[in-house]
C-alpha cells in the first residue's frame, strides 16, 4: 500500500519568510513518481513539479527548491522570499504500480503581508 | 489551449436524487482520472479510463457510482440516489501518455462541487 504523510497541517509565516513543507511517502515499488501541486482557493489543483524515484538531483525553480531523499522517503518542498500569492494549500503526491495518485492530506499555507 | 473543463461547477442535490458530473479533458489527452476530494483532504483516487476503456475503478465506494466515457473524450460520473456521505469536491484529471506510464503528469480541472442535503 502506498501512503503520504504531511505532517503540518497548518504554516503561518509573515511574507518575505522561506517557508519549508515536508513529505514523507510511503511505497513499496521501485519506480515511483513525486509530485506537488498547489491548490489555491479557486479549488483548481495546479501541478508544480515531478519527480522519478531514480533522479535524487535537487531542484530549483525561481523562488521554489525541492529536496528528494531517497534514503529518508521524503520529497520536501522550500519556498524561498515568500509572497501573499503563494497561499494555498499544498499537496504531496505519489505514483507508483497503482493508477491513480495516492495525495497526502495536504499543507495549508498562510502567508501573512 | 483549453484546460480540463468540469461542468456543473457547483451542485445541491437532495438525498436520494441522481446526478450527472461532466469532464472535457485537455483535448488529445488519452487518459482520464476522477477523484474525489472531502473537505480538508486531499484528493482521493475513484476511477481511470484510458481511452474509451475503464481500466480501474477500484476506488468507487460503492455500486451507486458509475462513470462512463464513450467515445474516449468526455466522461461522465454518475451517482446514484445520492447519500450525504457523497458531499464532497469531485475533480477530474487527464494526462497525455498512455496508461501504465509512470512519466505522465495529470492536469486538474476546477472541480465540481457536489452539496447533498
Known amino acids: 500500500a502506498q501512503k503520504v504523510t504531511q505532517a503540518q497541517t497548518e504554516i503561518s509565516v509573515v511574507e518575505k519568510e522561506d517557508v519549508t513543507l515536508d513529505c514523507v511517502y510511503e511505497?513499496?515499488?521501485?519506480?515511483?513518481?513525486l509530485f506537488w501541486y498547489k491548490q489555491p482557493p479557486s479549488g483548481e489543483l495546479v501541478f508544480l513539479i515531478r519527480?522519478?524515484?531514480?533522479?535524487?538531483q535537487n531542484e530549483i525553480s525561481g523562488r521554489y527548491s525541492w529536496n528528494f531523499q531517497k534514503s529518508t522517503s521524503s520529497f520536501n518542498f522550500t519556498i524561498t522570499a515568500s509572497q501573499v500569492v503563494d497561499s494555498a494549500v499544498y499537496f504531496c503526491?505519489?505514483?507508483?504500480?497503482?493508477?491513480?495518485?495516492?495525495f497526502g492530506k495536504g499543507t495549508h499555507l498562510i502567508i501573512q503581508p | 489551449g483549453a484546460g480540463v473543463s468540469q461542468s456543473p461547477r457547483y451542485k445541491v442535490a437532495k438525498r436520494g436524487q441522481d446526478v450527472a458530473l461532466r469532464c472535457d479533458p485537455i483535448?488529445?489527452?488519452?487518459?482520464l482520472f476522477w477523484y474525489q476530494q472531502a473537505l480538508g483532504q486531499g484528493p482521493e483516487f475513484l476511477t481511470y479510463?484510458?481511452?474509451?476503456?475503464?481500466?480501474?475503478k477500484s476506488g468507487l465506494p460503492s455500486d451507486r457510482f458509475f462513470a462512463e466515457r464513450p467515445e474516449g473524450s468526455v466522461s461522465t460520473l454518475k451517482i446514484q440516489r445520492t447519500q450525504q456521505e457523497d458531499s464532497a469536491v469531485y475533480l477530474c484529471?487527464?494526462?497525455?501518455?498512455?496508461?501504465?506510464?509512470?512519466?505522465?503528469?495529470?492536469?486538474f480541472g476546477p472541480g465540481t462541487r457536489l452539496t447533498v442535503l
Open positions: 511505497t513499496r515499488d521501485t519506480t515511483y513518481y
Open positions: 484529471a487527464s494526462s497525455l501518455a498512455l496508461g501504465g506510464s509512470y512519466t505522465d503528469t495529470q492536469y
Open positions: 519527480r522519478n524515484s531514480f533522479d535524487e
Open positions: 479510463f484510458q481511452n474509451e476503456a475503464q481500466l480501474d
Open positions: 483535448s488529445g489527452h488519452v487518459s
Open positions: 503526491a505519489l505514483r507508483g504500480g497503482a493508477d491513480g495518485l495516492t
